[in-house]
């Protein structure tokens, strides 16, 4: 038998027939690719994770009333704004002080309002808030572990429904106690830690190498989920109260639910619409990387020796935490010191993510034409990728803390800057794949458990520096740690990061197969595949070539 006509595929279910094509609709979904509808049920899964992942960073705003814990909150950031506003007015600006009245400034202190049904202070919100990602951080092996055993498909599809029931059932949780609705961010931090290793995983058995980057830019969908939420949760919340933020993000989520459960499958060869031309397709391009992945055993150990692994864990930290400077502590320093009210906070914090989302895809697509012709190694568009999501974005940080009332540039160097750590899509978090395509839950699980500690140490961090929210010196440490801690982690990725499978991503090979004849090397594979098209008559052959066999765009 020549050994050019069997392909070794990544699943251990025996190849199924082909249904015929019947009627007008088969004919229009044999024209939509397969890996075209994973990529948007990627990107509007991340997109739903994370509208009920940051909902409550909002809606706490009109949930707790704005004097809880007797701190004078209110009062001070009134003060300040109204100050700003008076030395900025014309009239002081002329020196004709007779001129100012109250009706000079009404809008400044618009979003200090005295509103909220309860009297939780500081810490509990910062409790609240965090509870979310103590527990995400503790989901992601058990993440990358159960992606291995069961699919990406059920425990994907299972940590979003787990997330959205919880969203619906916060509003009935905060009349209870604070400590019922830290109760169910936790669940959903946990259950939201399972996303990230379970999608990973998927990629390595649908994408081709050369197609990766630009499908990683689906997982940016969670940019436009930040940046839909905030300002939809402000105008929910301006004309129809914080509750209905909850029920309208957990309703999202369980329609998300259905759909994926009717579209997403594990692997190409268990699609039942996939066309013949588009599975030759992916099998003839991925079985160089993929070797019978599914079900393999974890090599953990290896794992976590593995230098390449820690390099990009501990890049990926400085990313997360100057990412989420701008996440975290972005609104409230719009409305402490550039003096925002909530409908402005929302939109001018949420607007720079999806901006961030078109830049994504750009990014990804330039990383892919560099491979694809070959103008540069792939290890070194991961670091050129790396080094623009954090380079830029650490030195223009920076500048937001030194430039300090300047608004409009500040709020033009703050997109450029959220636009450009996007560009880690095409840089490190790619290579996740690259080094592992077999192992890209475990392999990212243990990288997520590295850098999304900081997503809370940067909270944590913040609120030690800053302790006086209109101290804009205090904000200035704030950016410049995280302008630091970007770009001194990035220096470890381009000392020790690259692009090559590594040894342990392989199977273990079976050593009691030691014949080297044919039959003996195909008994010990689990499934096996004869290129070629047998059965489909030149016509449907035509239409498939021109319909599914070609680039994933």
Not at 32 to 54: D, K
Not at 89 to 117: C, H, K, M, R, W
Not at 205 to 226: A, L
Request: with cysteine; charged share 15%; hydrophobic share 45%.
């Amino acid at each position: 038998m020549d050994e050019k006509e069997i392909r070794f595929l990544p699943s251990s279910k025996p190849p199924r027939a082909k249904l015929p094509k019947v009627g007008c609709m088969r004919s229009i979904t044999d024209r939509i690719p397969a890996r075209l509808v994973l990529y948007f049920l990627s990107w509007s899964g991340f997109l739903v994770s994370f509208m009920m992942r940051n909902d409550i960073n909002f809606a706490l705003v009109a949930m707790v009333r704005t004097n809880a814990g007797g701190n004078g909150t209110n009062s001070s950031v009134s003060d300040h704004c109204r100050s700003v506003a008076v030395t900025e007015s014309p009239a002081f600006a002329n020196g004709n002080y007779s001129t100012l009245d109250e009706g000079a400034i009404p809008q400044v202190i618009e979003g200090v309002e005295e509103y909220g049904e309860f009297d939780w202070d500081s810490t509990v919100q910062a409790v609240i808030k965090g509870s979310f990602y103590w527990c995400y951080v503790l989901s992601q092996v058990v993440g990358g572990v159960a992606t291995q055993y069961f699919g990406t498909k059920n425990v994907f599809g299972w940590s979003q429904f787990f997330t959205a029931a919880c969203s619906l059932c916060i509003p009935y949780a905060s009349d209870l106690h604070y400590g019922a609705v830290i109760l169910l961010r936790s669940i959903q931090g946990f259950a939201s830690g399972l996303t990230w290793p379970a999608m990973y995983a998927i990629v390595g058995y649908w994408i081709p190498p050369v197609e990766r980057s630009r499908f990683m830019s689906s997982f940016q969908g969670f940019s436009i989920g930040i940046g839909l939420t905030y300002p939809l949760c402000g105008f929910i919340i301006a004309y129809f109260g914080w509750r209905l933020v909850f029920y309208t993000t957990g309703t999202i989520g369980m329609i998300w639910c259905v759909f994926w459960y009717l579209l997403a499958f594990n692997t190409p060869q268990e699609h039942p619409r996939i066309t013949a031309n588009e599975l030759e397709y992916i099998e003839l391009n991925v079985s160089e990387d993929i070797k019978n992945g599914m079900g393999m055993k974890v090599p953990w150990k290896k794992i976590f020796t593995s230098v390449p692994v820690w390099a990009i864990g501990l890049t990926t930290f400085g990313r997360i935490w100057v990412h989420y400077t701008f996440i975290m502590s972005g609104p409230e320093y719009m409305q402490k010191i550039l003096c925002f009210d909530i409908k402005e906070n929302g939109l001018l914090s949420g607007t720079p993510f999806l901006c961030s989302y078109l830049s994504s895809v750009l990014f990804c697509y330039i990383a892919d034409v560099l491979v694809h012709k070959r103008l540069m190694t792939l290890t070194n568009v991961r670091k050129l990728f790396t080094a623009l999501s954090q380079i830029v974005p650490g030195v223009l940080v920076l500048l937001v803390g030194y430039l300090g009332y300047n608004i409009v540039v500040v709020l033009v160097l703050w997109f450029v800057a959220v636009t450009f750590i996007t560009a880690s899509y095409a840089g490190a978090m790619a290579n996740i794949v690259d080094i592992a395509p077999n192992l890209a839950g475990p392999v990212l699980a243990f990288a997520q458990t590295i850098h999304m500690t900081a997503s809370f140490l940067q909270p944590l961090a913040s609120g030690i520096m800053v302790t006086d929210a209109q101290n804009i010196t205090q904000w200035l440490h704030v950016f410049g740690v995280s302008s630091v801690v970007a770009i001194s982690c990035y220096l470890i990725y381009q000392i020790f990061g690259t692009a090559d499978i590594q040894p342990w991503n392989y199977p273990v090979p079976d050593a009691e197969v030691t014949s080297t004849d044919d039959s003996a090397v195909i008994a010990n594979q689990p499934m096996l595949k004869t290129i070629g098209t047998a059965g489909r008559d030149d016509e449907e052959d035509d239409d498939d070539e021109e319909s599914s066999s070609g680039h994933f765009k």
